[in-house]
T-cell receptor
């Protein structure tokens, strides 16, 4: 079992709708959790990080963490065409930042 | 933007030749990472460094070695390149591992023929 699992997609969402991206992790020792966005041909960039159970909101983005279920999600409200990208879930375990394979998100105009 | 540069940005080489990729930072960050990115596999950690001369293996370290003799430079060496090492290689730096905020270089595309 890979340490960080994501559905590869593509996930197609109409413009203005909510996009929901999901991630599970296997190691209960994972301490903190991250969402990165990567546009085609570009480098990844950090969108959100979360340490504690519950929700964390930043603008149109909300990260949700459930440590009991080993589950992290990212909600994008009012989706825009510029949100079309690959979203990478990552976990921090003992100085190592481990990434999932990423989910491709396509916002339909 | 974080001051991080990778060189070379593109390289084509032949199987069996040695290859060194360089990552240079001007941010004085403690942590440096090398990842490779391949279709269907996402980003996979090769090696990382938590200080000068302090390095450790990641998920896919076989066939790779690293060195960090100065804070600003982290070198990735393929002693004898193979076709399976054709990939895009990303260097990343981090000041605080608890936030997990990695700043990535622009990537180095390596093709092994």
């Amino acid at each position: 079992q890979k340490e960080v699992e994501q559905n590869s997609g593509p996930l197609s969402v109409p413009e203005g709708a909510i996009a929901s991206l999901n991630c599970t992790y296997s190691d209960r020792g994972s301490q903190s959790f991250f969402w990165y966005r990567q546009y085609s041909g570009k480098s990844p960039e950090l969108i959100m990080f979360i340490y504690s159970n519950g929700d964390k909101e930043d603008g149109r983005f909300t990260a949700q963490l459930n440590k009991a279920s080993q589950y992290v999600s990212l909600l994008i409200r009012d989706s825009q065409p510029s949100d079309s990208a690959t979203y990478l879930c990552a976990v921090n375990r003992d100085d190592k930042i481990i990434f999932g394979k990423g989910t491709r998100l396509h916002i339909l105009p | 933007d974080a001051g991080i540069t990778q060189s070379p940005r593109h390289k084509v080489t032949e199987t069996g030749t040695p290859v060194t990729l360089r990552c240079h930072q001007t941010e004085n960050h403690r942590y440096m990472y090398w990842y490779r990115q391949d279709p269907g596999h996402g980003l996979r950690l090769i090696h990382y460094s938590y200080g000068v001369k302090d390095t450790d293996k990641g998920e896919v370290s076989d066939g790779y070695s690293v060195s960090r003799s100065k804070t600003e430079d982290f070198l990735l060496t393929l002693e004898s390149a193979t076709s399976s090492q054709t990939s895009v290689y990303f260097c990343a730096i981090s000041e605080d591992r608890s936030t997990g905020e990695l700043f990535f270089g622009e990537g180095s595309r390596l093709t092994v023929l």
